[in-house]
């Protein structure tokens, strides 16, 4: 079974595919207790994994898009069940992850890691985006587990300190960096 947080039609927000329509399946639960979460994963029902791929079509129709989210979504034993059973419903699947919990996923899954406290080097090596949180600082322990060429820096919560700090840094390595704000937000939406 799926401990499932939330489903939700929305865009995404963040990052390279920022204000790509997108269905959102929030996954209950996260192996990590970050200072500065303020995402609410608690589980909201248990269900099958066919229940998850029919309630994806409901809020979203046919949008190819379906971002598996937390918490950690790759915390839960069913999601590479889930991730195959999205991708047989011809969805593209996109994974936000911490990147602590190595996974095997296939080729054509979207993995964006947003490194916390720890990261596993063989899901840095994985991921086809890197997001670091701007909290204060720029957490650049980080960065050499990364082979990407453009890491994409996100101010926490938007808050204006940490948007100057990240434009900043930005700026100081601009071959490497690019900012990524929440731009959902702005617009008040999920
Ligand atoms: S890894 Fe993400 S979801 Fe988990 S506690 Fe940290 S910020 Fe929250």
Not at 85 to 105: C, P, Q, W, Y
Not at 111 to 128: G, H, N, T, Y
Request: charged share 25%.
């Amino acid at each position: 079974m799926i401990a499932l947080a939330e489903i939700f039609y929305s865009i995404q927000g963040e990052g390279t595919w920022s204000g790509t329509p997108a269905v959102f399946v929030r996954l209950a639960g996260c192996n990590l207790a970050c200072d500065f979460c303020d995402t609410d994963y608690a589980i909201e029902r248990f269900c099958s994994v066919d229940d998850v791929v029919r309630a994806v079509r409901e809020a979203g129709g046919d949008c190819p898009m379906v971002v598996l989210t937390g918490g950690e979504p790759l915390a839960q034993a069913q999601t590479p069940a889930l991730i195959e059973a999205l991708r047989g419903d011809g969805r593209r699947v996109h994974v936000e992850s911490n990147g602590t919990i190595f996974t095997k996923l296939p080729a054509d899954v979207w993995l964006c890691v947003s490194p916390k406290e720890r990261v596993d080097p063989r899901m840095a090596k994985r991921a086809d985006e890197a997001k670091l949180i701007v909290d204060r600082r720029v957490p650049e322990e980080h960065l050499p587990l990364f082979e990407l060429p453009t890491i994409l820096l996100q101010p926490e919560g938007n808050k204006p300190a940490n948007v100057a700090l990240a434009l900043a840094y930005a700026k100081a390595h601009p071959r490497r960096f690019r900012l990524s704000l929440q731009t959902h937000k702005f617009i008040g939406v999920p």
